[in-house]
């Protein structure tokens, strides 16, 4: 168990910014942002020793920690407005139009909860359709059918098998 | 496409704040603590405070001066989370924080409460349980698709309104949403000298319903000549005196606090309503 624990400290420690990041975009708010990513990890410290194989670590706890973030939701119903965020321009030297980008990012960042979390998770965090699918808790196809309506809203058009 | 990539740049570039591995510490310091139970921990507490408190007082006088002020016994008093679970599925989110009192004073009063916000809860769950069910089924029977169908949430929790030496005042909260939201709340007042549970004529004296009364009809009318968009029902439907089994807690100042529920005394947008008796 105390090897467990150090291995998902590790874990959680290396990926802190991805996990931050998600939560942000549930509260929009910083303080808020810390408080769903502490929930989710004392939910998850406690319930570890319910997770038998250490290789499903990842979706598991973003599986809590995306429960956390809709939680947040249903408990601050109120209108949570997009506060203005923070980012480095150098990191975004090869984007000659940043305006368009931000659209999008605000674009994504409005879509109602359960779509915006497949869309960030599939093409922010590069995850599969069935990682995705074990963290939500959802069946593929309903993934999919979210990923769809995410990406028509967004007024995207690719090819996703 | 291409927005996307770089919207994904975007959010690449929001990076965990500095505090963040100071909540990833304290999480897992936590987790070492959890095989302890809770009682140990507030025993040992005590006992620290305890050898604190005599090299302390060999060395500093003042200190000594002071440390009588300071409720060392009465403060093993206490309500702490006793459970704590979640439950997910598709007709239901639910969070239970479920407290226990002890050291009160009075193992037979401690006893009956805890059996009582046991039952409270259980039947909470089970009949949340129940209607979340049924709830679902009619959506998805009126045409609703079930995928879209929002869970009913459950939260259970508890809030200490006040704690020192001779009270210990919390509530138990109840709270179902679903399109609305609905709390139900159960108050415990308790007199840590006597070990009893404190009444409002023991804290308003004999003529206790006419001091309430008096004073929440006074707060009505000031608060509806202070802001208009206060709202009460009146006449028949509004605040008609306060009732044999009249909500309350003790707040910080050690005063009463008259508490009504969501639609009791005034429309549903007011949401519940707080007098404090002075």
Known sequence: ???????????????????????FSYTKNYDAALDVVQEALLKSIDKLSTLKNIDYLKTWFYRILVNEGLNYLRKNKRLVLVEDFEFEKSELSSCDNIAESIDMYSAVQALEPKIRTVIILRFFEDMKLKEISKITKTNVSTV?????????????????? | MKELEEAKKIYKSVKSPPKMQKIIDSSFKNAKFKKWNLKKITLSTAASICI?????????????????????????????????????????????????????????????????????????????????????????????????????????????????EKVLSFVLNTTWTQANAFTEQTFYNIDLKTGKEITLSDKLGK???????????????????QDKDQIFFEDDAGFQGITENQKFYINNNGNVVIVFAKYEIAPGCMGMQEFEIK
């Open chain 1, 1 to 23: 168990m105390q090897e467990k624990l150090e291995v998902f400290k590790k874990y959680v420690e290396e990926n802190q910014d991805a996990f931050y990041r998600l939560a």
């Open chain 1, 144 to 161: 999919k059918s979210r990923l769809y309506k995410g990406l028509e809203l967004l007024k995207i058009s690719i090819d996703e098998e």
């Open chain 2, 52 to 164: 604190l408190f005599v090299a302390l007082l060999n060395c500093n006088s003042a200190f000594a001066k002071s440390v009588s002020t300071i409720p060392v016994i009465s403060d093993l008093a206490n309500v702490f989370t006793f459970k704590q679970y979640s439950e997910e599925d598709s007709t239901k989110h639910m969070r239970v924080e479920q407290p226990k009192v002890e050291n009160i004073g009075n193992a037979e009063l401690e006893k009956q409460i805890n059996k009582e916000i046991n039952q409270k809860v259980e039947a909470a769950t089970k009949e949340a349980q129940k209607e979340a069910e049924e709830n679902k089924k009619a959506y998805i029977q009126t045409g609703g698709n079930p995928n879209d169908y929002v869970p009913m949430a459950i939260d259970v929790n508890y809030e200490i309104k006040s704690k020192n």
């Open chain 2, 207 to 225: 003529d206790y319903k006419k001091v309430a009364d008096e004073s929440v009809k006074k707060q009505i009318e000031e608060r509806k000549a």
